[in-house]
């Protein structure tokens, strides 16, 4: 498979558009933290992406998401473990560390992210991956780098890395609604993490900012957080955890680059870590995982085309190619072809 195929792929081509949209942001928001704090501005950030998600849902007539009490459940547990237990914990941990300390451990959420999706939700990976995994975060240090690392006290460094594996957390858990509309998802937790953290920085003594300053911030917060994140969630549904954030990790990097047309220094740092990047990222890129695999007997409900997971009847004619959306049942098939750890893709290894 060429190397161009497989970025057309929906669930890459997501999961990068994802991560361009995000580090696209800091660049911006940098420039908003002149006039509003960091917390009011995370708060507006997110509000922005639940209020203009809603909205687009709303012109669009989407129909209403229902989920099935399971679903529920799992998306309940990950919007309480990235919308409300993290940003307390980051708070907390903000409190006894330097911001550069804190920007280099917030780099402990892509690793335990693939830890659990590796150790705990299964889901497969070879040496190619993990190695491109490394690569990635060692990137990642880098460009976060602060020269030295110290903390007033160590239960500041705890903190902020059980923010982090609470939203590595939430990204597993995610993914296993990700057949649902991704917009809803997106918007829902915007709400969510957007009150949790409005609240917080209102609770610090933080004021609202000018009209002009807000209304950027949520309109920046609507393609960064919203968009953004609707497309990591399909990319969640198409690879998996552990290689959505594998190509969403290039988010900081696509940061770096856009400061440096803005007129920030290109650094040695930045070009080595752009190269271990850029040379991980290509690993996964070029896996290829192939074997016989036996899919079981599986009933749900989302959009799909009829390809060779989804081949049913229906009571009217349907045009090949054209998406829907019904309650649909996969019959136990056993076949052997290259496959990503979809949602259609759960076996076991």
Same mark, same amino acid.
């Given at each position: 498979?060429?190397?161009?195929?497989?970025l057309?792929?929906?669930?890459?081509?997501?999961?990068?558009?994802?991560?361009?949209?995000?580090?696209?942001?800091?660049?911006?928001?940098?420039?908003?933290?002149?006039?509003?704090?960091?917390?009011?501005?995370?708060?507006?950030?997110?509000?922005?992406s639940?209020?203009?998600?809603?909205?687009?849902?709303?012109l669009?007539?989407?129909?209403?998401?229902?989920?099935?009490?399971?679903?529920?459940?799992?998306?309940?547990?990950?919007?309480?473990?990235?919308?409300?237990?993290?940003?307390?914990?980051?708070?907390?941990?903000?409190?006894?560390?330097?911001?550069?300390?804190a920007?280099?451990?917030?780099?402990?959420?892509?690793?335990?992210?693939?830890?659990?999706?590796?150790?705990?939700?299964?889901?497969?990976?070879?040496?190619?991956?993990?190695?491109?995994?490394?690569?990635?975060?060692?990137?990642?240090?880098?460009?976060?780098?602060?020269?030295?690392?110290?903390?007033?006290?160590?239960?500041?460094?705890?903190?902020?890395?059980?923010?982090?594996?609470?939203w590595?957390?939430?990204?597993?858990?995610?993914?296993?609604?990700?057949?649902?509309?991704?917009?809803?998802?997106?918007?829902?937790?915007?709400?969510?993490?957007?009150?949790?953290?409005?609240?917080?920085?209102?609770?610090?003594?933080?004021?609202?900012?000018?009209?002009?300053?807000?209304?950027?911030?949520?309109?920046?917060?609507?393609?960064?957080?919203?968009?953004?994140?609707?497309?990591?969630?399909?990319?969640?549904?198409?690879?998996?955890?552990?290689?959505?954030?594998?190509?969403?990790?290039?988010?900081?990097?696509?940061?770096?680059?856009?400061?440096?047309?803005?007129?920030?220094?290109?650094?040695?740092?930045?070009?080595?870590?752009?190269?271990?990047?850029?040379?991980?990222?290509?690993?996964?890129?070029?896996?290829?995982?192939a #074997?016989? =695999?036996? %899919?079981?007997?599986?009933?749900?409900d *989302?959009? +799909?085309? /009829?390809?060779?997971?989804?081949? @049913?009847? $229906?009571?009217?004619?349907?045009?090949?190619?054209?998406? #829907?959306? =019904?309650? %649909?049942?996969?019959?136990?098939?056993? *076949?052997? +072809?290259? /496959?990503?750890?979809?949602?259609? @893709?759960? $076996?076991?290894?």
């Open positions: 498979m060429s190397l161009l195929h497989t057309r792929r929906p669930g890459i081509q997501a999961a990068l558009l994802s991560a361009l949209l995000f580090g696209a942001s800091t660049p911006l928001a940098k420039i908003l933290l002149a006039s509003v704090s960091p917390w009011m501005l995370a708060g507006l950030l997110y509000l922005g639940g209020l203009g998600l809603t909205l687009y849902r709303w669009r007539r989407a129909e209403r998401v229902r989920l099935s009490r399971r679903d529920a459940f799992w998306f309940g547990v990950s919007v309480l473990a990235g919308g409300i237990v993290a940003p307390v914990l980051f708070m907390i941990g903000l409190q006894g560390a330097a911001a550069s300390t920007s280099l451990l917030l780099n402990a959420e892509t690793v335990f992210t693939t830890l659990l999706a590796w150790w705990v939700f299964k889901e497969s990976f070879d040496r190619r991956i993990a190695w491109g995994m490394v690569a990635i975060v060692l990137g990642m240090v880098l460009l976060s780098w602060p020269g030295q690392v110290h903390f007033d006290h160590l239960w500041s460094a705890a903190a902020i890395i059980g923010a982090c594996f609470a590595g957390m939430d990204n597993n858990l995610t993914r296993k609604v990700s057949l649902t509309d991704t917009r809803w998802i997106a918007a829902n937790k915007g709400w969510v993490a957007g009150s949790v953290n409005l609240g917080l920085a209102l609770l610090l003594g933080d004021r609202l900012p000018a009209l002009p300053d807000m209304a950027a911030a949520m309109l920046l917060g609507f393609f960064a957080y919203g968009v953004s994140l609707a497309f990591f969630v399909v990319g969640l549904r198409h690879l998996g955890s552990a290689r959505t954030g594998a190509y969403f990790s290039s988010a900081p990097f696509v940061g770096a680059m856009l400061s440096v047309m803005l007129g920030a220094p290109v650094t040695p740092l930045l070009l080595i870590a752009g190269a271990l990047m850029g040379w991980g990222i290509w690993m996964h890129l070029t896996e290829s995982h #074997h016989e =695999h036996t %899919h079981t007997l599986m009933e749900h *989302h959009v +799909h085309v /009829h390809d060779a997971h989804h081949q @049913h009847a $229906h009571p009217d004619p349907l045009v090949p190619g054209v998406s #829907h959306r =019904h309650p %649909h049942k996969h019959e136990a098939l056993t *076949h052997n +072809h290259a /496959h990503t750890p979809d949602m259609h @893709h759960l $076996h076991k290894h």
